[in-house]
């Protein structure tokens, strides 16, 4: 099996990237950050502080979390409910951070994005793929850009919805999440050290999913 690591920032468009890549390429993709926004879900849902370790280690038990593909999209479950919607709000993005520093957490999950890489061709994104989840990935490849067009980007995504959007407090969110996941002291956001750094601040989305795709044909032909 080929494995394809890609790691980033939160708003590099690792997982709209990985998703149209993974599609040219026949592979399946999994976005591991949904496990962890679905953790910090299920915590905001039973009222527990995510910053309580001891309270999330003890909610992690009566957690049932899977995936599911449905025509060619990945959709994540708590127990029976499908929350990939529910997951994709700021509060559940901060909530996700937090839980995501957590060993136990990380614990929890590993195992399980392991296992899809035993079974299938993946490209798998999240902030420790290439350095912990799957260390021996063919293919590490670290997404980055700027937090100021992170954000911008962000801002622009959430008016197409419809949704209350203010660059000024996407950008500090997105700063100081970029802080906490730099500094956790499990696991830290920073790229493998055989990782190909692909800086998409000045690439439509077009032009980065191409450099992306060509980056991995090069390195698995």
């Known amino acids: 099996m080929i494995s394809v690591a890609l790691d980033g920032p939160a708003g590099a468009g690792k997982s709209t990237i990985a998703r149209r890549a993974a599609a040219e390429l026949g592979f399946v993709y999994i976005d591991t950050g949904a496990m962890y926004r679905a953790i910090g879900l299920a915590a905001l849902k039973s009222n527990i502080d995510t910053g309580d370790v001891e309270a999330v280690k003890a909610l992690l038990p009566?957690?049932?979390?899977?995936?599911?593909?449905?025509?060619?999209?990945?959709?994540?479950?708590?127990?029976d409910e499908d929350v990939s919607s529910d997951i994709r709000t700021e509060e559940v993005s901060m909530a996700?951070?937090?839980v995501s520093a957590i060993p136990a957490v990380r614990t929890f999950l590993l195992e399980l994005q392991r296992g899809f890489a035993r079974e299938s061709n993946v490209i798998m994104?999240?902030?420790?793929?290439?350095?912990?989840?799957?260390?021996?990935?063919?293919?590490?490849?670290?997404?980055?850009?700027?937090?100021?067009?992170?954000a911008k980007r962000r801002t622009i995504q959430l008016e197409e919805k419809g949704e209350k959007a203010d660059y000024e407090t996407i950008l500090a969110?997105?700063?100081?999440?970029?802080?906490n996941d730099s500094h956790r002291e499990t696991a830290p956001l920073r790229p493998?050290?055989?990782?190909?750094?692909?800086?998409t601040t000045e690439l439509d989305l077009e032009q980065s999913v191409n450099m992306v795709v060509n980056t991995i044909r090069e390195k698995i032909v």
């Open 173 to 179: 969110d997105i700063i100081k999440r970029d802080y």
């Open 125 to 150: 994104d999240g902030r420790d793929i290439g350095t912990v989840v799957l260390p021996d990935a063919q293919v590490k490849i670290f997404l980055t850009a700027s937090p100021e067009e992170r």
């Open 96 to 98: 996700a951070s937090r």
């Open 192 to 199: 493998a050290a055989d990782s190909i750094i692909v800086d």
């Open 62 to 79: 009566g957690i049932s979390l899977h995936l599911a593909f449905e025509n060619g999209d990945q959709h994540i479950y708590l127990g």
